[in-house]
């Protein structure tokens, strides 16, 4: 058995490497290859080496990030449901270094919440390696978070319009001052934040054992309502009630107060679901319909 050393250039380094022990003039990697009778036995893949395939050398092909140009129907994709995932062999490292900065990767993601500013990652970045070593893809309902552990479920409020997604960190980032979480273009949709480009947004954590299919401690989800009408006539209050619970399959509730009842359907877990069942009722016989948000 001989072996054969073959010269192959870095790539630029990914975010998770310590850039303080790379030197300016960095020494080109060697691999030695095996034969065997002769035979060079070579596997080297793509996704190994990403974006090296580039003239420029540069990591990705694309200089500045944007929306894709032909989306699908992004209101068609559901939230990750978190379960429980061991830790990623890559991207957890207990410390790294960038930009001369070091962050320290947390042991577990329990009981973690934050708010802050989110930003969102696109084209630029769709189909290369995050830190843990998957395939960006910025149709998921994915994230990038600087020290919480790959992978980490966490469910997203935007604070301006209340609207708010589950997605699955996977990668490291944002390197911005200021920036708590990096949102993907399926994300940011949802949090209806595209144009923005950034929002000011609440991150908490959901966290699963290994032998529990429930969330650890996500705090409850309070419901949302949409008022209907009120009326003085109990008998056209509950008519309304059943029927559309049945037209718009949502539950129904009428409230009594001094003489009047009020109509509510609901509960609705999102703002998302609300909003788009306000429409439709507002569309139909019922202009005065109104949102009834959590607490109110």
């Not at 190994?48 to 699908?72: E, F, K, V, W």
């Not at 989800?221 to 209050?237: C, D, H, M, R, S």
Request: hydrophobic letters at 35%; one cysteine or more.
């Amino acid at each position: 058995m001989s072996s054969l050393a073959i010269t192959i250039a870095p790539c630029t380094p990914w975010p998770f490497i310590n850039s303080a022990k790379r030197s300016q003039k960095q020494r080109p990697n060697k691999v030695k290859l095996k034969t065997w009778h002769g035979a060079i036995v070579l596997v080297l893949s793509s996704l190994l080496l990403p974006g090296c395939g580039s003239s420029s050398g540069q990591r990705y092909q694309i200089a500045n990030d944007h929306t894709p140009s032909s989306p699908p129907d992004l209101d068609a994709i559901s939230d990750p449901v978190p379960r429980y995932e061991p830790k990623s062999r890559q991207g957890n490292m207990k410390k790294y270094t960038v930009r001369g900065k070091q962050y320290q990767v947390m042991d577990s993601a329990d009981g973690f919440s934050a708010e802050g500013e989110a930003s969102w990652y696109g084209a630029k970045f769709h189909g290369h390696l995050t830190s843990n070593g998957e395939i960006y893809d910025m149709y998921s309902l994915s994230a990038a978070h600087k020290s919480l552990p790959l992978p980490t479920y966490v469910r997203v409020t935007n604070l301006k319009n209340e609207r708010q997604v589950i997605v699955r960190v996977n990668d490291r980032g944002p390197f911005h001052g200021g920036r708590i979480i990096d949102l993907s273009y399926a994300a940011a949709y949802k949090l209806d934040m595209l144009k923005s480009g950034t929002a000011q947004v609440k991150i908490e954590a959901i966290t699963l054992t290994e032998d529990s299919s429930e969330p650890v401690n996500p705090d409850p989800i309070e419901p949302y309502f949409v008022q209907v009408l009120v009326t003085g006539n109990e008998g056209k209050a509950n008519q309304l009630a059943s029927q559309l619970s049945d037209q718009f399959d949502v539950g129904s509730l009428t409230l009594e107060k001094d003489g009047l009842h009020k109509l509510r359907l609901g509960p609705l877990n999102n703002v998302q679901q609300a909003e788009a069942l306000l429409a439709k009722l507002r569309a139909e016989a019922f202009p005065n319909a109104f949102l009834i948000r959590p607490n109110e």
